[in-house]
């Protein structure tokens, strides 16, 4: 599909990709147009949108829509529940929980999901979504158990089983509004496997996003600090600025 396509282009040439996190639930269709255009004349390369908690579908359309009607990026929903899909948006980050204790998040709201997601024609992008650190909202709702960052080789394997899994992308998620994965297991993680790897929860300075891109990550997502931010523009500038130098002093 073109998402995907458009995706590891944009990583080839850049490095490292950086993808903005609209949560319907805490962002009204206005605001998330405002956001989304500022972010994308920042350097942003995709808007995400989704939530744990409070997100309908209408509520997801809604948002989606504006977005689409401002912006040329793809739009990508990361879905908290079968019922917060959008037929308006591009692709679908088509998630399995690898860590939860509870096989609905694992494989059963992916069962519930998957005919709709046919019906609307979203390219699927498949991602293992692993949890870790104080792990936020997204963990006590999917029922994970987040993994500690101090037992990096059991982040490791999760990541290399979602890999032989077949799943295209792996997410190391530290939780929204949490601290961020450390750069030295996302090393570890990135000598291990060879999807790419995304990153996302607590990411605020721009010093982080050096050090996450420099340690191997692919793509950073941010959500928190554009719903915060007075200019969102500026705050994601900075961001993709200091990634993309991570990124190159990354490459030998
Ligand atoms: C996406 O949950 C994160 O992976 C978003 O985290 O809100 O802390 O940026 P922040």
Redesign the pocket.
């Known amino acids: 599909g073109w998402v995907k396509e458009y995706i590891l282009e944009r990583i080839k040439e850049r490095g490292a990709i950086h993808m903005t996190?609209l949560d319907p639930d805490k962002t009204s269709p206005e605001q998330a147009a405002k956001i989304a255009k500022e972010a994308v004349e920042a350097g942003t390369s995709a808007i995400m949108v989704g939530g744990s908690t409070g997100v309908s579908e209408s509520m997801t359309d809604d948002v989606v829509l504006a977005v689409k009607k401002v912006v040329r990026v793809p739009v990508i929903l990361?879905p908290g529940a079968p019922t917060a899909l959008s037929r308006y948006a591009d692709a679908v980050w088509f998630l399995s929980v690898l860590n939860s204790q509870n096989p609905y998040f694992i494989v059963g709201a992916q069962m519930q999901g998957a005919p709709i997601v046919k019906r609307y024609g979203l390219e699927v992008l498949s991602l293992g979504y692993i949890l870790m650190g104080v792990g936020?909202a997204?963990s006590i709702v999917s029922h994970a158990r987040p993994l500690p960052f101090d037992t990096p080789e059991v982040v490791v394997a999760y990541a290399l089983a979602a890999e032989y899994m077949g799943f295209s992308f792996v997410?190391l998620?530290?939780?929204?509004?949490?601290h961020p994965v450390p750069p030295s297991l996302v090393k570890m993680v990135r000598d291990a496997v060879s999807i790419p790897i995304?990153?996302?929860?607590?990411?605020?300075e721009p010093g982080t996003a050096r050090e996450l891109a420099r340690a191997g990550a692919d793509i950073l997502?941010?959500?928190?600090?554009v719903?915060e931010s007075e200019n969102v523009k500026e705050k994601v500038e900075e961001i993709v600025k200091a990634m993309e130098d991570g990124a190159r002093a990354r490459r030998p």
């Open positions: 996190l990361f936020g997204a997410y998620e530290g939780g929204s509004g949490g995304i990153v996302g929860g607590g990411i605020r997502v941010t959500g928190t600090i719903e």
